[in-house]
């Protein structure tokens, strides 16, 4: 895939590396928002309607927010979204509020985002290696694709993957593609079967308690009526489009969707929608895990400037390999050779260890393990 054509599909200014201060302190931690997702026990009709009794005891996310956070203004339109799943699908319901909404794209795997549209980001095992993108567009025109490395690493985006048996349905509360009136929202639905997230051969079906990173964005282009059509807002100095805005159900704090260290977590619930809430508090070594961010960012300056990876966490200025979180001790330890590096929090009393590697890839072990 050509470097024009990946910087098409990552967004414009969307692969920015997060690199932090030299200055020795606790990394810039964003708290990832959290959903859980109850059972169906009676499939759902994929036509974008979700009047089924389980969609209706199903709770709505939080609103969401622009990418950076509270760094921006609130969104100018809602969207929130609600979940279910079964033993064959995870059930998705996005609801976009938009006065004008517009499409022009009809083929499969063009590049959905140069339209107003809805993403689903999905890394089942959290390794912040390989992940799953959708998009879709008021067309229900969809884009899909498989990540084997993030671009950080020096990914491809493979086009050719397609999410095999997936179920997907918009309906428009309004007209498509008339400016001459004001609509109300758009609704997508999707039924995504977990057989299509299949990792070396091995299926990546949830079970109760079952924890995935995901996160939903919403691309909005900023539109102006020309001779009764739409046409996306130019800046008056370049001619060009204006960005578009980026609204993300689990805020990242960088303008970044392939950072999916930052998307937020589903967990799976095995008790019908409807039930009595239940809480699964992220584990204290989810915050710690920032550290292990700020040691990859920091190795790739280091190997930037010098050509190779540093061998010690002195060597990138860090100091203290004491970390608390939420009650909990880690050390903070690393192994470090030319082209190679290894950093790892270890819990002696938990019995928790996680490291990161050289690409981003993340390893962990949870004390039930």
Known sequence: MSQLIRHVITGLGMVCLYLPSYAQQKPAYVPPRQYHSYQTAVPVKIDGIADEDAWAKALWSDDFTDIEGDKQPTPAMRTRLKMLWDKQYLYIFAELEEPHIWATLHQHDTI??????????????????????????????????????????????????????????????????????????????????????????????????????INFSRVEW?????????????????????????????????????????????????????????????????????????????????????????????ALGITATAITEQGVTYTLLMEGITDQFTATLVSKNTKEHCSINQEGKISQKSSNE
Do not use: C
């Open 222 to 314: 900023d539109t102006d009526i020309v001779n009764g059509q739409y046409i996306k807002r130019k800046d008056p100095k370049t001619g060009r489009s204006l960005p578009e805005h980026n609204w993300v159900w689990s805020p990242q704090g960088i303008i970044n969707m392939h950072a999916p260290e930052k998307w937020g977590y589903l967990s799976f619930v095995a008790q019908p929608a409807g039930s009595a809430p239940v809480t699964l508090p992220l584990p204290a070594i989810e915050a710690a895990k920032e550290y292990l961010w700020d040691v990859y960012a920091r190795q790739q300056q280091y190997r930037r400037k010098n050509g190779r990876y540093a061998s010690t966490l002195g």
């Open 112 to 213: 959905i985002f140069q339209d107003n549209d809805f993403e689903v980001f999905v890394d089942p095992d959290g390794d912040g290696e390989r992940y799953f993108e959708i998009e879709i567009n008021p067309h229900n025109t969809v884009m899909d694709l498989f990540m084997p490395k993030a671009y950080r690493a020096g990914g491809d985006a493979l086009l050719t993957w397609d999410t095999k048996g997936i179920q997907t349905a918009v309906q428009i509360d309004g007209t498509l593609n008339n400016p001459k009136d004001k609509d109300k929202k758009w609704t997508v639905e999707m039924a995504i079967p977990f057989s299509a997230f299949v990792l070396f051969n091995q299926g990546l079906t949830p079970k109760d308690g079952t924890r995935w990173r």
